[in-house]
């Protein structure tokens, strides 16, 4: 073989060897990664999900919606004020977690409840996630104050 055969060997070599490498990391990225839906962007998605889907839903606590059954289990809705969604966490909720302010719950819809293995809540009163206010916005129900309205 030539030097120039040899060349050419290495360098295709070697783009196989990378291709290889980046296709693998793609698709070991490809479950890490977490969408963010509101609920009512859930709702219209719930057939395209894939079994066992991880993602996150953000919105308002539906006032009057918690229920604890004991110091970790607690049930409660998320709502944009367009559709709600039911959620169930076992464990410690965020000390700022209450009715009617902003949270974003992780985990996997089952069987039309959302199972949260983690649940975040707003650090101050003028934060809330950039998407939820944005669909907050779109509905005409956000003042610039920081917080939602009521209709």
């Known amino acids: 073989m030539t030097r120039k055969g040899r060349r050419l060997t290495l360098i295709a070599s070697a783009v196989a060897v990378i ?41 308002l606590v539906q006032p009057g919606s918690v229920l604890k059954s004991d110091d970790r289990h607690v049930a409660f809705a998320i709502t944009d004020n367009q559709t709600e969604v039911k959620v169930t966490y076992a464990g410690l909720l ?15 819809l089952v069987n039309g409840v959302f199972r949260a293995d983690s649940v975040l809540a707003k650090h101050d009163e003028n934060y809330m996630p950039r998407e939820v206010a944005d669909s907050l916005k779109k509905q005409g129900v956000w003042n610039d104050g920081g917080a939602a309205a009521k209709k």
């Open 94 to 108: 965020p000390d700022l977690f209450r009715e009617g302010q902003g949270v974003v719950a992780e985990g996997q």
């Open 19 to 59: 291709g290889v490498a980046i296709g693998l990391a793609l698709f070991a990225f490809r479950d890490g990664v977490v969408f963010f839906v509101t609920p009512t962007e859930l709702s219209a998605k719930t057939a395209e999900l894939r079994p066992n889907a991880r993602m996150r839903i953000g919105g």
